[in-house]
C-alpha cells in the first residue's frame, strides 16, 4: 500500500473468512478486506450473467417487487433520507475502492446513482515482514473519497496481518493500559490534519468472537471492551481528533450482552449493526435484523443507527425481491433509527454478494436506491464534528 501511507511490504491481502450461525443468520466471519494500491496483477472477477439465468431473475424479481410495492403502500411512516454506500471489491476494475476510485464510478454505473459513503478497512499493524510496521492514516484515499462527494466509513481494527489467532499482544487490556498509545496518538493526529468528517467504525462485531478484540476471544475478560474503547477514544479528544464518528457495530444475534459492551453515550456516536441473508434458511432482513436492532435501540435509544454490512444471497429464494424488500420498506418505513446503510459489493466466502450476480437483482438495486430518499454524492464540503443524520 504504498503512496497513500501504508508500508511497502504491506501487500497481503486479508480475506481470512470463517462462519458462523449467530440467531437467525448466519454470516461471515472475515478479516480485514484490505485492497493495496500496489497489488500486482489482483485477481479480475468478471462478472458475467447468463441470458437465461438473468431473465428468471428478472421475471422472479418483477413478482417480487409488485409483493413488496403492496406491502410498502400499507406502512403508515413516513419516508425518511439515509446515507448509502458500498464495500466495493475489486471484481469490477481488478482493485478494491478505494485504492481505485475507478471501481466506484462502475459500481455507480450498475447502480443508477451515486452513492454517499465508501467503506473499507485497515488493521494496526503490517507483520508480514520485521519489525512490524504499523499502518498510517490513509490520507490520500480519504481525500479521494470526500473529492467523490462521498463520505469515508473506515473500519480500524486492532489487530495485525498476517491474522493469527490468538494475537495476544492485542489483548484488550494490553490497549486499555498504553501500550499502543504512542501509535494511537500518532493516526488520531493525522486524522485531525486531515480535518474532515469520517465515520469510524472501530473493532466491529466486539460481541462475536472471531475477533481478537473480543471478549470472548483472545484472553480478553468481561469488562475489558468498554475500558479499551473509552481509551483510545480519550487519546482522540486529547489531541483534537474530533473528526471522527465513532460506531459501535455489533453483529446480529445474541453472543455477549449489548448494555456490557456499550461504551457509553458520551464514546459512541451511532450504532451500526452487521448481517446478512445466507439462504440457509431464507429469511428476509426483518427477520434476520428485528430483534438485534431492538436490542441495540434499548441500550442506545438517543442514537442514530448504521448498517455496516449487509447482502443476500441468489440461491434460496429471490434475491432481487429481498432487496426491493430491503430498499422500499424496510429502511425507508420499518426501522426509524436506520440512518445509513452499506452494501457489502464483494465476492467472499464464494458467495455472490454483489448486486450484479444476476440481471434481476441489479435492476431490483437500481430501482429501490432510486428513491430520492437516498442521498447522492453531495458531500464534497461536509464540515463539523460528528455527522449528523439526515433529516
Not at 431473465?55 to 409483493?67: H, I, L, P, S, T
Not at 494511537?184 to 460481541?207: Q, V, Y
Not at 482522540?236 to 457509553?264: D, H, K
Not at 418505513?333 to 465476492?347: D, G, L, S, T
Request: glycine fraction near 8%; hydrophobic fraction near 40%.
Amino acid at each position: 500500500m504504498t503512496g497513500i501511507g501504508y508500508p511497502a511490504n504491506a501487500l497481503a491481502r486479508l480475506t481470512a473468512v470463517l462462519k458462523t450461525t449467530l440467531s437467525a443468520s448466519r454470516r461471515v466471519r472475515r478479516r480485514h478486506r484490505l485492497a493495496l494500491p500496489f497489488l500486482a496483477a489482483a485477481i479480475l472477477l468478471t462478472v458475467l450473467v447468463t441470458g437465461g439465468r438473468a431473465g428468471a431473475g428478472a421475471a422472479v424479481g418483477q413478482a417480487g417487487a409488485r409483493a413488496v410495492h403492496a406491502s410498502a403502500a400499507r406502512s403508515t411512516s413516513a419516508p425518511k433520507q439515509l446515507y448509502w454506500g458500498a464495500w466495493i471489491g475489486s471484481q469490477l476494475t481488478g482493485h478494491e475502492a478505494p485504492w481505485d476510485m475507478r471501481a466506484v464510478t462502475r459500481f455507480e454505473a450498475l447502480a443508477g446513482k451515486r452513492l454517499s459513503l465508501v467503506e473499507f478497512s485497515s488493521p494496526w499493524l503490517d507483520c508480514s515482514k520485521r519489525p512490524c510496521a504499523p499502518f498510517t492514516f490513509p490520507t490520500t484515499p480519504f481525500q479521494d473519497i470526500r473529492d467523490h462527494g462521498a463520505i469515508p466509513v473506515f473500519d480500524w481494527s486492532s489487530e495485525s496481518i498476517p491474522t493469527k489467532a490468538p494475537q495476544t499482544r492485542f489483548q484488550l487490556r494490553k490497549i486499555a493500559n498504553g501500550s499502543y498509545d504512542r501509535y494511537i496518538k500518532s493516526w488520531a493526529r493525522a486524522a485531525k490534519a486531515w480535518g474532515h468528517p469520517f465515520f469510524l467504525r472501530f473493532d466491529w462485531e466486539m460481541n462475536g468472537h472471531w475477533f481478537p478484540w473480543a471478549e470472548r476471544s483472545n484472553g480478553n475478560h468481561p469488562g475489558d471492551f468498554t475500558r479499551m474503547w473509552r481509551h483510545v477514544h480519550n487519546i482522540f479528544t486529547s489531541v483534537g481528533a474530533t473528526n471522527a464518528t465513532w460506531v459501535w457495530c455489533p453483529n446480529l444475534g445474541s453472543g455477549s450482552p449489548m448494555a456490557r459492551l456499550y461504551p457509553g453515550n458520551a464514546y459512541v456516536d451511532w450504532t451500526c449493526l452487521d448481517g446478512y441473508n445466507w439462504g440457509q434458511p431464507w429469511s428476509s432482513f426483518d427477520q434476520l435484523y428485528r430483534s438485534t436492532y431492538q436490542a441495540v435501540v434499548a441500550v442506545a435509544p438517543t442514537k442514530p443507527m448504521m448498517v455496516g454490512e449487509t447482502a443476500s444471497v441468489e440461491h434460496g429464494g429471490s434475491k432481487a425481491a429481498w432487496i426491493t424488500d430491503l430498499l422500499t420498506v424496510q429502511l425507508t418505513h420499518r426501522y426509524p433509527k436506520i440512518k445509513a446503510f452499506v452494501w457489502f459489493e464483494k465476492y467472499e466466502s464464494g458467495q455472490p454478494w454483489p448486486i450484479e450476480s444476476s440481471l434481476g437483482s441489479r435492476r431490483a438495486f437500481a430501482h429501490g436506491i432510486a428513491s430520492p430518499g437516498y442521498a447522492t454524492n453531495r458531500f464534497s464540503n461536509l464540515s463539523g464534528r460528528s455527522i449528523k443524520a439526515l433529516p
